[in-house]
């Protein structure tokens, strides 16, 4: 695929001028996931179609409900987990770009409650097309990013590519007793949401426009360590991270996996400075829209307008965790209820 805005190689520019990253992908960050209804059409089954004999270990969680990563048991009160993750720009600046998907990736980890060990890298790179030098400031962002999380990065494994990618592979340890899973959550439990949205509507408007939103760049590399160190040391056993579904598509899940209905309060919710004004103007990417209409059947959302359904259905990259309990610091925005008509209410 060419660059979306120019058939004009980034390598015959001029070398001061700044290359906008995003101009190669056709989305951004975790918005340019597959939708989730067809996702879920895709796994449906697949679990328990390949049975597998591993004698060195218990699968915990696998296909099943959607979990951030897969956890085997090995032995001695030690669980091995894997995740991986990885996506087109979704900042222009190559460096926040590669600290950004690090953080994405290394936050799957810790929504099951883990530890991270060990990375290695994905990298696509269109190197016709782009100076080798932004890929090895992205390499050097994720690599800063996983240093800071006390995670070992090896190597990995790169493509030529018509369009930039980046992410991570990452182990990690866990503890198998104190696991947080997203099937786990029962009725009249508070749910508390650790950072606040708009990360999906900022990055279409930086997309655009080429702005620059410091507020979003920073929550977007956070790493959520102390969210999840917090949630368990609480003991709290059921959370999940709100990425590229957005608060509503990863409560849904959250929710459907445990048997319940969540009630959120969207008046509880926070955001990011400027994220309703992306909103007025038009900033909503496809995978937002694509978000709330995967939940709609499933939703009552009658207390709510349209935009501040999108706004909720926003989809964010490295966002949050929402945790089915109190933590400190983590605004409480909503609680889990016997399942009812609905798996999901608004309010």
Known sequence: MAPVTSSTSALEKDPEE????????????CACKIPPGELEEVLRGLGAAVPVRAPLGELLVGLDDGDDAS????????????????FTPVVDDAYDWGRIAAANALSDVYATGGRPLLAVNLLAWPRGVLPLELARKVLRGGLEIAAAAGCHVAGGHSVDDPEPKYGMAVTGLVDPDRLLRSDAGEPGVPLSLTKPLGIGVLNSRHKATG??????????????????????????????????????????????????????????????????????DGYVSGGTRRNLEWVRPHTDLSAVSE???????????????????????????GELLPRGDHVLVIR
């Open 211 to 280: 702005e620059v939103f410091p507020q979003a760049v920073e929550v977007m590399t956070r790493l959520n360590r102390e969210a999840a160190a917090a949630a368990i040391a609480a003991g709290v056993t059921c959370a999940t991270d709100v990425t590229g579904f957005g608060l509503l598509g990863h409560t849904f899940k959250l929710a459907r996996a445990s048997g319940v209905t969540a009630l959120i309060d969207a008046s509880a919710v926070p955001y990011l400075d400027g994220a309703r004004q992306a909103l007025r």
């Open 71 to 86: 956890v085997v048991r090995l032995k001695d009160g030690v669980a091995v987990l894997a995740t991986t993750d990885f």
């Open 307 to 333: 935009d501040e359904a999108l706004l909720l259905a926003d989809a964010q990259t490295s966002g949050g965790l929402l945790v089915a309990g109190e933590i400190p610091g983590a605004p409480v925005v």
């Open 18 to 29: 700044t290359v906008r990253l995003t101009r190669y992908a056709h989305g951004g960050g």
